[in-house]
Every structure is written in structure tokens, then in C-alpha cells.
T-cell receptor, first 114, second 111 residues
Framework: ETGVTQSPTHLIKTRGQQVTLRCSSQSGHNTVSWYQQALGQGPQFIFQYYREEENGRGNFPPRFSGLQFPNYSSELNVNALELDDSALYLC?????????????FGQGTRLTVV | DQQVKQNSPSLSVQEGRISILNCDYT??????FLWYKKYPAEGPTFLISISSIKDKNEDGRFTVFLNKSAKHLSLHIVPSQPGDSAVYFCAASDPPGDMRFGAGTRLTVKP
């Protein structure tokens, strides 16, 4: 059973550019969530995908978008990067069952916008 | 709008003693609560959870207590070990299951 993997691990982009982050979910998990963790803060929910459909969204602007593929892997796309987008981006996969929502995280992608 | 709060940014305890990490929430719709542990350069690791229909859940050295009337939960680690030193995040979720995290508490267990 493979865990959640994210790529790349580190990335440096220039303000105004676009970035795509990738996530492979844990085997058997059909739900993927993305989080942004700024320095000194807890992870902030960006959005969740369930069976290729967006299934909830946090307080992030439309320039944050995502995709989930038939194999349940996922992408996070951020357009028009801003300096404040510099953060650790975490992907978490889960298999929601009634009363249980444990999610398993990847190691994250550290994005620096300069 | 911070719905989950961890008011202690850090906690230091002696090895063998009890560690108590606290968390408060404001949204009464939350029905599931989780604790994650995070080491540097790693993603958060699931530790223990509790459903809103319970007030206690125990797993080895880790026990989570939930007080719904006070909207408060706590994580007890007994006995604390140096390997427990990490940042601990409290999280809460409501259907369909997206989690809201606190800012974390850095636990240091001294030998």
C-alpha cells in the first residue's frame, strides 16, 4: 500500500506566474483535499475533490483551481501567483465513511514566490 | 474566521510526565475531531480522533477528551517521551468532511 506522494517537494516561482502541484493519493482513497500552510499557522482548507468533482471549497480565490483524475490523483493549479502564496501546500487523501474522516497527508510542496 | 483555536503555541514537559494539549472550537456543527502530529519536513500524521457522540477515546498513551458543552477538547499523552516532541494540530470537521485546523502547539519533551 503506497502512501500519499506530492511533487515537486520544493519550487520557486516569480510573482505573476502559474504553478501546478501534483498529488498521488493513497491506494483505495477516492477523496483528495488540498491545504495551504503558511509559516506559524495550521493548514487552511483550499478545496476537496471526490470522484473527480469538487466537493467543498474554503475561502480561496478562483485563481486556485484543481483537478482530480480517474485514478484519484489530483492537481492544484494557482494562477497569477502573489508573494503571499508562498507556503507549504499539503495534499491529503481519505476514504470517507460514516463517522470517520481521517485523512493521510503527503510531505507537502514548499512553494516560494519571489 | 478561526473556528478552531489552540491558544498555547508551545508546551514543555519532562519525560515520563503527562502532556496536556488543549483546543477550543466555535462551530457547533463540527461532528468529528482529530489530532495530528507534525515533524519538520514531513506532512501531518494522524494520531487519534473522536466522534461527537463520545466524550473520550483512548489509544495507548494517547487519550482525547471532548467536552461538547464547553466546545473544548484535549489530548493527553501519558507518559510523555522525547520522541513525542513535535507540533500537534487539532482539527475539526463537519459533513462532508473538510477539516479546519488550529495553529498548532509545539510540544517539547525533555529527557
Amino acid at each position: 500500500e503506497t502512501g500519499v506522494t506530492q511533487s515537486p517537494t520544493h519550487l520557486i516561482k516569480t510573482r505573476g506566474q502559474q504553478v501546478t502541484l501534483r498529488c498521488s493519493s493513497q491506494s483505495g482513497h477516492n477523496t483528495v483535499s488540498w491545504y495551504q500552510q503558511a509559516l506559524g499557522q495550521g493548514p487552511q482548507f483550499i478545496f476537496q475533490y471526490y470522484r473527480e468533482e469538487e466537493n467543498g471549497r474554503g475561502n480561496f480565490p478562483p485563481r486556485f483551481s484543481g483537478l482530480q483524475f480517474p485514478n484519484y490523483s489530483s492537481e492544484l493549479n494557482v494562477n497569477a501567483l502573489e508573494l503571499d502564496d508562498s507556503a507549504l501546500y499539503l495534499c491529503a487523501s481519505s476514504l470517507p465513511v460514516l463517522g470517520s474522516t481521517e485523512a493521510f497527508f503527503g510531505q507537502g510542496t514548499r512553494l516560494t514566490v519571489v | 474566521d478561526q473556528q478552531v483555536k489552540q491558544n498555547s503555541p508551545s508546551l514543555s514537559v519532562q519525560e515520563g510526565r503527562i502532556s496536556i494539549l488543549n483546543c477550543d472550537y466555535t462551530n457547533s456543527m463540527f461532528d468529528y475531531f482529530l489530532w495530528y502530529k507534525k515533524y519538520p519536513a514531513e506532512g501531518p500524521t494522524f494520531l487519534i480522533s473522536i466522534s461527537s457522540i463520545k466524550d473520550k477515546n483512548e489509544d495507548g498513551r494517547f487519550t482525547v477528551f471532548l467536552n461538547k458543552s464547553a466546545k473544548h477538547l484535549s489530548l493527553h499523552i501519558v507518559p510523555s517521551q522525547p520522541g513525542d516532541s513535535a507540533v500537534y494540530f487539532c482539527a475539526a470537521s463537519d459533513p462532508p468532511g473538510d477539516m479546519r485546523f488550529g495553529a498548532g502547539t509545539r510540544l517539547t519533551v525533555k529527557p
